[in-house]
Protein backbone atom coordinates (compact mmCIF):
# COMPACT_ATOMS: atom_id res chain seq x y z
CA UNK A 1 0.00 0.00 0.00
CA UNK A 2 2.83 2.25 -0.82
CA UNK A 3 2.01 5.77 -2.53
CA UNK A 4 4.25 8.01 -4.30
CA UNK A 5 5.16 11.50 -3.53
CA UNK A 6 3.40 12.90 -6.24
CA UNK A 7 0.00 10.89 -5.00
CA UNK A 8 1.07 12.45 -1.48
CA UNK A 9 1.21 15.62 -2.32
CA UNK A 10 -1.98 15.38 -4.21
CA UNK A 11 -3.70 14.37 -0.94
CA UNK A 12 -1.36 16.86 0.97
CA UNK A 13 -3.29 19.54 -1.31
CA UNK A 14 -6.46 18.31 -0.47
CA UNK A 15 -5.81 18.32 2.99
CA UNK A 16 -4.55 22.04 2.48
CA UNK A 17 -8.03 23.11 0.74
CA UNK A 18 -9.69 21.93 3.68
CA UNK A 19 -8.00 23.89 5.86
CA UNK A 20 -8.55 26.63 4.00
CA UNK A 21 -12.07 26.59 3.96
CA UNK A 22 -11.42 26.54 8.06
CA UNK A 23 -9.28 29.62 7.95
CA UNK A 24 -11.76 31.56 5.57
CA UNK A 25 -15.10 30.65 6.46
CA UNK A 26 -15.54 28.75 9.55
CA UNK A 27 -13.93 25.50 11.28
CA UNK A 28 -17.57 24.29 11.36
CA UNK A 29 -18.12 23.99 7.68
CA UNK A 30 -14.44 22.65 7.13
CA UNK A 31 -15.43 19.65 9.16
CA UNK A 32 -18.61 19.18 7.88
CA UNK A 33 -17.35 19.04 4.40
CA UNK A 34 -14.57 16.42 5.61
CA UNK A 35 -17.07 14.19 7.30
CA UNK A 36 -19.32 14.51 3.60
CA UNK A 37 -16.12 13.48 1.72
CA UNK A 38 -15.22 10.53 3.70
CA UNK A 39 -18.60 9.48 3.06
CA UNK A 40 -18.34 9.95 -0.47
CA UNK A 41 -15.14 8.49 -0.87
CA UNK A 42 -16.64 5.26 0.85
CA UNK A 43 -19.13 5.43 -1.92
CA UNK A 44 -16.58 6.05 -4.68
CA UNK A 45 -14.93 3.12 -3.65
CA UNK A 46 -17.89 0.94 -4.08
CA UNK A 47 -18.22 2.17 -7.84
CA UNK A 48 -14.76 1.44 -7.91
CA UNK A 49 -14.95 -2.09 -7.28
CA UNK A 50 -17.70 -2.72 -9.40
CA UNK A 51 -16.28 -0.83 -12.76
CA UNK A 52 -12.35 -0.77 -11.61
CA UNK A 53 -12.16 -3.93 -11.07
CA UNK A 54 -14.51 -5.69 -13.16
CA UNK A 55 -15.70 -2.87 -15.83
CA UNK A 56 -19.91 -3.07 -14.56
CA UNK A 57 -21.52 -0.51 -15.18
CA UNK A 58 -23.95 0.50 -12.52
CA UNK A 59 -26.28 3.28 -12.75
CA UNK A 60 -27.94 2.28 -9.83
CA UNK A 61 -25.65 3.65 -7.08
CA UNK A 62 -28.80 5.91 -5.68
CA UNK A 63 -30.63 2.74 -4.99
CA UNK A 64 -27.96 1.13 -2.65
CA UNK A 65 -27.44 4.07 -1.01
CA UNK A 66 -30.94 4.81 -0.28
CA UNK A 67 -31.25 0.93 1.24
CA UNK A 68 -28.47 2.31 3.29
CA UNK A 69 -30.32 5.10 4.50
CA UNK A 70 -33.65 2.61 5.42
CA UNK A 71 -31.45 0.46 7.49
CA UNK A 72 -30.20 3.73 9.55
CA UNK A 73 -34.17 3.80 10.17
CA UNK A 74 -35.43 0.72 10.57
CA UNK A 75 -32.29 -0.10 13.28
CA UNK A 76 -32.17 2.92 15.28
CA UNK A 77 -35.77 4.58 15.41
CA UNK A 78 -37.51 2.84 18.17
CA UNK A 79 -40.63 0.67 17.26
CA UNK A 80 -44.02 2.39 17.12
CA UNK A 81 -46.58 -0.13 19.67
CA UNK A 82 -49.80 1.32 18.17
CA UNK A 83 -48.79 1.02 14.46
CA UNK A 84 -47.80 -2.79 15.77
CA UNK A 85 -50.79 -3.48 17.40
CA UNK A 86 -53.40 -2.02 14.55
CA UNK A 87 -51.44 -3.94 11.41
CA UNK A 88 -47.99 -5.74 12.70
CA UNK A 89 -49.53 -8.99 12.15
CA UNK A 90 -51.14 -8.32 8.72
CA UNK A 91 -47.26 -6.81 7.75
CA UNK A 92 -45.85 -10.11 8.80
CA UNK A 93 -48.11 -12.69 7.40
CA UNK A 94 -47.97 -10.56 4.19
CA UNK A 95 -44.08 -10.67 3.97
CA UNK A 96 -44.13 -13.97 5.09
CA UNK A 97 -46.87 -14.78 1.78
CA UNK A 98 -44.40 -12.90 -0.17
CA UNK A 99 -41.22 -15.44 0.98
CA UNK A 100 -43.61 -18.44 0.31
CA UNK A 101 -44.72 -17.22 -3.48
CA UNK A 102 -41.21 -16.41 -4.28
CA UNK A 103 -40.16 -19.70 -3.17
CA UNK A 104 -43.46 -21.54 -4.67
CA UNK A 105 -42.55 -19.77 -7.90
CA UNK A 106 -39.15 -21.23 -8.16
CA UNK A 107 -40.48 -25.08 -7.09
CA UNK A 108 -43.11 -24.87 -9.63
CA UNK A 109 -40.82 -23.25 -12.65
CA UNK A 110 -38.24 -26.19 -12.11
CA UNK A 111 -40.63 -28.77 -11.37
CA UNK A 112 -42.29 -27.89 -14.97
CA UNK A 113 -39.14 -28.10 -17.17
CA UNK A 114 -40.44 -30.59 -19.21
CA UNK A 115 -44.01 -29.20 -19.80
CA UNK A 116 -43.26 -26.96 -22.71
CA UNK A 117 -45.01 -23.57 -22.90
CA UNK A 118 -47.58 -24.32 -20.07
CA UNK A 119 -44.51 -24.10 -17.90
CA UNK A 120 -45.01 -20.32 -17.75
CA UNK A 121 -49.23 -20.97 -17.31
CA UNK A 122 -48.29 -22.91 -14.07
CA UNK A 123 -45.73 -20.43 -12.45
CA UNK A 124 -47.83 -17.68 -13.55
CA UNK A 125 -50.85 -18.75 -11.67
CA UNK A 126 -48.95 -19.97 -8.65
CA UNK A 127 -47.15 -16.17 -8.54
CA UNK A 128 -50.87 -14.54 -9.31
CA UNK A 129 -52.45 -16.89 -6.37
CA UNK A 130 -49.41 -15.80 -3.64
CA UNK A 131 -50.15 -12.06 -5.32
CA UNK A 132 -54.05 -11.99 -4.08
CA UNK A 133 -53.12 -13.62 -0.98
CA UNK A 134 -50.21 -10.79 -0.23
CA UNK A 135 -52.49 -7.81 -0.84
CA UNK A 136 -55.55 -9.41 0.91
CA UNK A 137 -53.15 -9.64 3.90
CA UNK A 138 -50.96 -6.72 3.60
CA UNK A 139 -53.33 -3.98 1.99
CA UNK A 140 -55.96 -3.98 5.17
CA UNK A 141 -52.97 -3.50 7.85
CA UNK A 142 -50.90 -0.96 6.02
CA UNK A 143 -54.54 1.18 6.39
CA UNK A 144 -54.75 0.36 9.64
CA UNK A 145 -50.72 1.67 10.69
CA UNK A 146 -51.19 4.70 8.32
CA UNK A 147 -54.21 5.88 10.36
CA UNK A 148 -52.21 5.70 13.87
CA UNK A 149 -51.76 9.78 14.40
CA UNK A 150 -50.48 10.38 10.67
CA UNK A 151 -48.93 13.52 11.70
CA UNK A 152 -45.97 11.96 14.04
CA UNK A 153 -46.40 8.65 13.56
CA UNK A 154 -48.21 6.62 11.23
CA UNK A 155 -45.49 3.95 10.45
CA UNK A 156 -43.98 0.44 12.19
CA UNK A 157 -40.80 2.47 13.16
CA UNK A 158 -38.09 0.15 14.30
CA UNK A 159 -36.12 -1.70 16.84
CA UNK A 160 -34.22 1.01 18.70
CA UNK A 161 -30.61 -0.20 18.80
CA UNK A 162 -27.93 1.90 18.38
CA UNK A 163 -27.71 3.30 15.29
CA UNK A 164 -24.07 2.60 14.70
CA UNK A 165 -25.13 -1.08 13.87
CA UNK A 166 -27.23 -0.03 10.64
CA UNK A 167 -23.82 0.52 9.11
CA UNK A 168 -23.41 -3.00 8.46
CA UNK A 169 -27.31 -3.67 8.50
CA UNK A 170 -27.02 -1.42 5.13
CA UNK A 171 -24.54 -3.50 3.66
CA UNK A 172 -26.57 -6.65 4.09
CA UNK A 173 -29.52 -4.83 2.52
CA UNK A 174 -27.65 -3.33 -0.60
CA UNK A 175 -26.22 -6.73 -0.69
CA UNK A 176 -29.45 -8.54 -0.64
CA UNK A 177 -30.51 -5.93 -3.56
CA UNK A 178 -27.83 -6.53 -5.68
CA UNK A 179 -28.14 -10.35 -5.58
CA UNK A 180 -31.36 -10.34 -6.79
CA UNK A 181 -30.62 -7.08 -9.56
CA UNK A 182 -27.64 -9.24 -10.22
CA UNK A 183 -29.29 -13.06 -11.05
CA UNK A 184 -31.54 -10.86 -13.29
CA UNK A 185 -29.47 -8.29 -15.15
CA UNK A 186 -25.54 -9.63 -15.30
CA UNK A 187 -26.41 -11.71 -18.39
CA UNK A 188 -27.05 -8.28 -19.98
CA UNK A 189 -24.64 -6.06 -22.18
CA UNK A 190 -23.35 -3.68 -20.54
CA UNK A 191 -25.50 -1.12 -21.78
CA UNK A 192 -28.38 -2.89 -20.97
CA UNK A 193 -27.10 -3.43 -17.37
CA UNK A 194 -26.96 0.60 -17.05
CA UNK A 195 -30.41 0.99 -18.01
CA UNK A 196 -31.54 -2.28 -16.01
CA UNK A 197 -29.77 -0.73 -12.78
CA UNK A 198 -31.06 2.68 -13.18
CA UNK A 199 -34.85 1.41 -13.86
CA UNK A 200 -33.99 -0.63 -10.43
CA UNK A 201 -32.84 2.05 -8.57
CA UNK A 202 -35.40 4.26 -9.65
CA UNK A 203 -38.52 1.05 -8.28
CA UNK A 204 -36.25 0.94 -4.88
CA UNK A 205 -36.75 4.85 -4.37
CA UNK A 206 -40.20 5.03 -5.65
CA UNK A 207 -41.31 2.82 -2.99
CA UNK A 208 -39.43 4.42 0.02
CA UNK A 209 -40.92 7.55 -1.25
CA UNK A 210 -44.85 5.97 -0.98
CA UNK A 211 -44.76 3.09 0.92
CA UNK A 212 -45.36 5.39 4.03
CA UNK A 213 -45.95 2.41 6.64
CA UNK A 214 -42.27 1.32 6.16
CA UNK A 215 -40.47 5.19 6.14
CA UNK A 216 -43.32 7.74 6.48
CA UNK A 217 -42.30 8.29 2.69
CA UNK A 218 -42.44 11.99 2.38
CA UNK A 219 -42.92 13.41 5.37
CA UNK A 220 -39.74 11.61 6.70
CA UNK A 221 -38.11 10.34 9.67
CA UNK A 222 -36.60 13.09 11.60
CA UNK A 223 -34.24 12.34 15.04
CA UNK A 224 -32.35 9.33 14.85
CA UNK A 225 -30.16 9.11 17.62
CA UNK A 226 -26.27 9.82 17.05
CA UNK A 227 -23.46 7.49 17.67
CA UNK A 228 -21.85 10.92 19.13
CA UNK A 229 -22.66 13.48 22.20
CA UNK A 230 -25.17 15.67 21.92
CA UNK A 231 -24.18 19.30 21.37
CA UNK A 232 -27.16 20.07 24.16
CA UNK A 233 -25.43 17.89 26.81
CA UNK A 234 -21.67 19.27 26.02
CA UNK A 235 -22.97 22.92 26.39
CA UNK A 236 -24.33 21.95 29.95
CA UNK A 237 -21.64 20.11 31.12
CA UNK A 238 -19.74 22.06 33.50
CA UNK A 239 -16.00 19.98 32.76
CA UNK A 240 -16.69 21.06 28.85
CA UNK A 241 -17.70 24.67 29.50
CA UNK A 242 -14.39 24.95 31.87
CA UNK A 243 -12.22 23.60 28.83
CA UNK A 244 -13.64 25.45 26.06
CA UNK A 245 -13.48 28.70 27.75
CA UNK A 246 -9.25 27.26 28.73
CA UNK A 247 -8.69 26.76 24.82
CA UNK A 248 -10.51 30.39 24.13
CA UNK A 249 -13.45 29.25 22.16
CA UNK A 250 -17.40 29.80 22.51
CA UNK A 251 -18.81 26.56 24.47
CA UNK A 252 -21.37 26.15 21.41
CA UNK A 253 -18.64 26.63 18.52
CA UNK A 254 -16.70 24.62 20.83
CA UNK A 255 -19.42 21.84 20.96
CA UNK A 256 -20.46 21.90 17.09
CA UNK A 257 -16.62 21.49 16.59
CA UNK A 258 -16.34 18.12 18.73
CA UNK A 259 -18.94 17.05 17.41
CA UNK A 260 -18.12 16.64 14.02
CA UNK A 261 -14.75 15.30 15.09
CA UNK A 262 -16.18 12.66 16.64
CA UNK A 263 -17.57 11.37 13.55
CA UNK A 264 -15.10 12.58 11.31
CA UNK A 265 -13.40 9.81 13.80
CA UNK A 266 -15.88 6.96 13.16
CA UNK A 267 -15.83 7.82 9.45
CA UNK A 268 -12.22 7.73 9.08
CA UNK A 269 -12.07 3.99 11.09
CA UNK A 270 -14.42 2.44 8.52
CA UNK A 271 -12.89 4.40 5.37
CA UNK A 272 -9.46 3.04 6.56
CA UNK A 273 -11.04 -0.14 6.53
CA UNK A 274 -12.85 -0.25 3.29
CA UNK A 275 -9.42 0.86 1.26
CA UNK A 276 -7.32 -1.30 3.18
CA UNK A 277 -9.51 -4.72 2.31
CA UNK A 278 -9.93 -3.17 -1.27
CA UNK A 279 -6.64 -3.12 -1.82
CA UNK A 280 -6.01 -6.53 -0.43
CA UNK A 281 -9.01 -7.81 -2.69
CA UNK A 282 -6.85 -6.03 -5.53
CA UNK A 283 -3.47 -7.09 -4.90
CA UNK A 284 -4.71 -10.71 -4.44
CA UNK A 285 -5.27 -13.60 -7.11
CA UNK A 286 -9.06 -12.86 -6.87
CA UNK A 287 -8.33 -9.43 -7.94
CA UNK A 288 -5.75 -10.56 -10.27
CA UNK A 289 -9.06 -12.65 -12.13
CA UNK A 290 -10.99 -9.90 -11.69
CA UNK A 291 -9.06 -7.35 -13.66
CA UNK A 292 -8.49 -10.24 -16.87
CA UNK A 293 -11.97 -11.06 -16.60
CA UNK A 294 -12.73 -6.87 -16.75
CA UNK A 295 -10.03 -6.43 -19.68
CA UNK A 296 -11.40 -9.40 -21.63
CA UNK A 297 -14.55 -11.92 -21.11
CA UNK A 298 -14.10 -14.41 -23.79
CA UNK A 299 -10.14 -15.22 -23.02
CA UNK A 300 -11.06 -15.63 -19.33
CA UNK A 301 -13.80 -18.11 -19.79
CA UNK A 302 -11.86 -19.40 -22.38
CA UNK A 303 -9.51 -20.21 -19.22
CA UNK A 304 -12.72 -22.09 -17.13
CA UNK A 305 -13.69 -18.77 -15.48
CA UNK A 306 -17.12 -18.39 -14.45
CA UNK A 307 -17.71 -14.69 -15.88
CA UNK A 308 -21.78 -14.23 -14.62
CA UNK A 309 -20.71 -15.40 -11.53
CA UNK A 310 -17.32 -13.40 -10.68
CA UNK A 311 -19.68 -10.48 -12.00
CA UNK A 312 -22.16 -11.29 -9.28
CA UNK A 313 -19.67 -11.46 -6.82
CA UNK A 314 -17.98 -8.25 -7.21
CA UNK A 315 -21.78 -6.32 -8.08
CA UNK A 316 -22.52 -7.67 -4.51
CA UNK A 317 -19.23 -6.41 -2.93
CA UNK A 318 -19.38 -3.11 -4.26
CA UNK A 319 -23.16 -2.47 -3.35
CA UNK A 320 -22.49 -3.51 0.06
CA UNK A 321 -20.22 -0.87 0.89
CA UNK A 322 -22.21 1.85 -0.91
CA UNK A 323 -25.04 0.28 1.51
CA UNK A 324 -22.84 1.24 3.98
CA UNK A 325 -21.77 4.74 2.97
CA UNK A 326 -25.46 5.24 2.51
CA UNK A 327 -26.15 4.09 6.04
CA UNK A 328 -23.23 6.81 7.37
CA UNK A 329 -24.59 9.24 5.25
CA UNK A 330 -28.10 9.01 6.71
CA UNK A 331 -26.49 9.04 10.63
CA UNK A 332 -24.59 11.90 9.77
CA UNK A 333 -27.89 14.14 8.57
CA UNK A 334 -30.29 12.67 12.10
CA UNK A 335 -33.66 11.97 9.32
CA UNK A 336 -34.19 9.88 6.91
CA UNK A 337 -35.70 12.16 3.88
CA UNK A 338 -36.14 9.37 0.84
CA UNK A 339 -37.00 12.80 -1.54
CA UNK A 340 -33.13 13.22 -1.53
CA UNK A 341 -32.57 10.31 -3.24
CA UNK A 342 -32.40 11.71 -6.81
CA UNK A 343 -30.04 8.88 -9.16
CA UNK A 344 -29.82 10.59 -12.06
CA UNK A 345 -27.82 13.43 -10.07
CA UNK A 346 -25.75 12.03 -7.34
CA UNK A 347 -25.25 8.69 -9.41
CA UNK A 348 -23.60 10.99 -11.55
CA UNK A 349 -21.24 12.74 -8.78
CA UNK A 350 -20.20 9.11 -7.62
CA UNK A 351 -18.88 8.36 -11.71
CA UNK A 352 -17.19 11.51 -11.76
CA UNK A 353 -15.30 11.27 -8.77
CA UNK A 354 -14.15 7.66 -10.03
CA UNK A 355 -13.16 8.41 -12.82
CA UNK A 356 -11.53 11.96 -11.77
CA UNK A 357 -9.57 9.82 -9.65
CA UNK A 358 -8.47 7.40 -11.55
CA UNK A 359 -10.40 4.33 -12.39
CA UNK A 360 -8.82 0.69 -11.01
CA UNK A 361 -6.83 2.84 -8.35
CA UNK A 362 -8.39 2.47 -4.95
CA UNK A 363 -6.41 5.32 -3.94
CA UNK A 364 -7.67 7.47 -6.60
CA UNK A 365 -11.28 6.92 -6.03
CA UNK A 366 -10.67 7.79 -2.58
CA UNK A 367 -8.86 11.12 -3.70
CA UNK A 368 -12.05 11.47 -6.45
CA UNK A 369 -14.31 11.26 -3.75
CA UNK A 370 -13.12 14.38 -1.79
CA UNK A 371 -11.63 16.24 -4.80
CA UNK A 372 -15.83 16.30 -6.30
CA UNK A 373 -17.17 16.53 -3.01
CA UNK A 374 -15.18 19.63 -2.37
CA UNK A 375 -15.61 21.75 -5.34
CA UNK A 376 -19.20 20.27 -5.66
CA UNK A 377 -19.91 21.98 -2.10
CA UNK A 378 -17.49 25.31 -2.14
CA UNK A 379 -18.46 26.33 -6.27
CA UNK A 380 -21.02 28.78 -4.74
CA UNK A 381 -19.19 30.27 -2.29
CA UNK A 382 -16.25 30.61 -4.57
CA UNK A 383 -18.34 31.46 -7.67
CA UNK A 384 -20.00 34.08 -5.48
CA UNK A 385 -16.40 35.61 -4.45
CA UNK A 386 -15.41 35.48 -8.26
CA UNK A 387 -17.83 37.44 -9.52
CA UNK A 388 -18.03 40.11 -6.71
CA UNK A 389 -14.12 40.32 -7.48
CA UNK A 390 -15.08 40.45 -11.51
CA UNK A 391 -17.46 43.13 -11.03
CA UNK A 392 -15.90 44.84 -8.27
CA UNK A 393 -15.21 48.11 -10.58
CA UNK A 394 -18.91 48.34 -11.31
CA UNK A 395 -21.81 50.77 -10.28
CA UNK A 396 -23.58 48.72 -6.96
CA UNK A 397 -26.56 48.13 -8.96
CA UNK A 398 -25.28 47.83 -12.49
CA UNK A 399 -28.15 45.15 -14.25
CA UNK A 400 -24.59 42.98 -15.12
CA UNK A 401 -23.08 43.08 -11.45
CA UNK A 402 -26.69 41.98 -10.28
CA UNK A 403 -26.92 39.05 -12.80
CA UNK A 404 -23.40 37.58 -12.32
CA UNK A 405 -23.93 37.63 -8.65
CA UNK A 406 -27.09 35.93 -8.63
CA UNK A 407 -25.80 33.24 -11.26
CA UNK A 408 -22.72 32.36 -8.83
CA UNK A 409 -25.47 30.00 -7.20
CA UNK A 410 -25.73 28.20 -10.51
CA UNK A 411 -22.01 27.56 -10.66
CA UNK A 412 -21.91 23.88 -9.47
CA UNK A 413 -23.20 21.95 -12.96
CA UNK A 414 -20.63 24.52 -14.30
CA UNK A 415 -17.57 23.78 -12.30
CA UNK A 416 -17.94 19.65 -12.56
CA UNK A 417 -17.88 19.94 -16.03
CA UNK A 418 -14.93 21.97 -15.90
CA UNK A 419 -13.08 19.71 -13.77
CA UNK A 420 -14.06 16.71 -15.75
CA UNK A 421 -13.16 18.09 -19.17
CA UNK A 422 -9.49 19.48 -17.90
CA UNK A 423 -8.97 16.02 -16.06
CA UNK A 424 -9.93 14.36 -19.33
CA UNK A 425 -7.57 16.59 -21.06
CA UNK A 426 -4.48 16.55 -19.10
CA UNK A 427 -4.97 12.87 -16.99
CA UNK A 428 -6.81 10.54 -19.15
CA UNK A 429 -6.59 8.09 -16.58
CA UNK A 430 -7.47 9.86 -13.43
CA UNK A 431 -5.05 11.90 -11.00
CA UNK A 432 -3.91 8.32 -9.62
CA UNK A 433 -3.97 6.13 -12.69
CA UNK A 434 -4.45 2.27 -12.12
CA UNK A 435 -0.74 1.10 -11.99
CA UNK A 436 -0.40 -2.29 -14.44
CA UNK A 437 1.31 -5.08 -12.50
Avoid at 52 to 70: D, E, I, P, Q, R
Avoid at 265 to 282: D, Q
Avoid at 300 to 327: C, D, E, P, W, Y
Avoid at 332 to 340: A, E, M, N, V
Amino acid sequence: MTMSGRNIGLFALMALLLMSVGFIQSWDVSLTLLNLCIISAIMALGVNIQWGYAGLFNVGTMGFAALGGLAAMLVSVPPVTAAWQAGGAGVVGGIIAAVATVVAGMYAWRRTADMGRSRYWVTGLVVLVGYVLLRSLIDPAVSAIEKVDSTKAGYLGGFGLPIIFSWLVGGVFAAGAAWVVGRISLGLRSDYLAIATLGISEIIIYMLKFEDWLTRGVKNVAGLPRPVPYEVDLNESADFQSWATGVGLEVETASSILVKLCYAGLFSIVLLVVLYLSEVALRSPWGRMMRAIRDNETAAAAMGKNVTSRHLQVFILGSAVIGVAGAMLTTLDGQFTPTTYQPLRFTFLIWVMVIVGGSGNNWGAVLGGFVIWFFWIEAEPIGHWLMSTLTSGMDEGHWLRLHLIESAAHMRLLTMGLVLLLVLRFAPRGLIPEVKR
